[in-house]
């Protein structure tokens, strides 16, 4: 489905990726993990057409997108839940997941919103508050929500845990879960790295910009490397 291949990145004189590729299946969760600072927001952003690889490709369901605006990546169905929400908050919770759904007609966003408000109810429950109102979970969930309503076939999500209690995050991955057994493809950026491991098929270790690892999940849980860096163990 998505397959990046040999991208570098700058900002300005300064690069951020260096050579990175990867893959993402159709049907597929896949995990990016690593420091602050390895690179991962910036391939979320590079996909997303938000930034430009000076060389390399990003090619998605056989169509090159890595010269294209991100209204027309957006069009062909990836989604991105930003780091840090980036919701409207002086909109409400109903305007802003309509502004996820800027490319959907009519009937399409009426299926949809259903859909949200089954994932999270709390969202149905304070459709009318203002999202800047909202707790710090509840904005979260709005962010996954406003990038469902996109109707995507690739979610892209970016710390979607951070600074969140361990209840609320552990909730959050069981709907990431249900959004993947819809036959939604993931790709995850998370510092919560046991998590996102566990739930998915594949996963990436980026360090200093560059791809230093991957394999399944569980070949990512086992590696000595992870274990003692990233899990403490």
Do not use: C, W
Not at 19 to 47: D, F, Q, R
Not at 94 to 117: H, P, Q
């Amino acid at each position: 489905m998505l397959e990046v291949n040999n991208i570098n990145v700058f900002y300005g004189k300064f690069q951020a990726l260096r050579s990175v590729s990867l893959t993402v299946k159709k049907g597929e969760s896949v995990a990016l993990i690593g420091p602050n600072g390895a690179g991962k927001t910036t391939t979320l952003k590079t996909i997303s057409g938000l930034l430009k690889p000076v060389d390399g490709s990003i090619t998605f369901n056989n169509t090159r997108i890595d010269k294209l605006s991100p209204h027309q990546i957006a069009k062909l169905g990836i989604g991105l839940v930003p780091e840090g929400r980036q919701l409207f908050e002086k909109l409400t919770v109903y305007e802003n997941l309509l502004m996820g759904a800027y490319l959907k007609s009519g009937s399409e966003i009426r299926d949809t919103l259903e859909f949200v408000f089954q994932l999270f109810p709390r969202l149905k429950e304070r459709r009318n508050q203002l999202a800047g109102t909202l707790s710090g979970g509840e904005q979260q969930m709005l962010a996954v929500a406003r990038a469902l309503m996109l109707k995507p076939s690739l979610l892209m999500i970016d710390e979607m845990s951070l600074g969140l209690m361990p209840k609320l995050v552990s909730q959050l991955f069981k709907v990431v879960e249900r959004i993947k057994d819809e036959g939604v493809s993931i790709l995850i950026v998370e510092q919560h790295v046991e998590s996102a491991l566990k739930m998915s098929d594949r996963g990436y270790l980026m360090e200093q910009g560059r791809i230093v690892l991957e394999g399944t999940g569980d070949e990512m849980l086992k590696s000595e490397y992870i274990r003692k860096v990233y899990l403490g163990i």
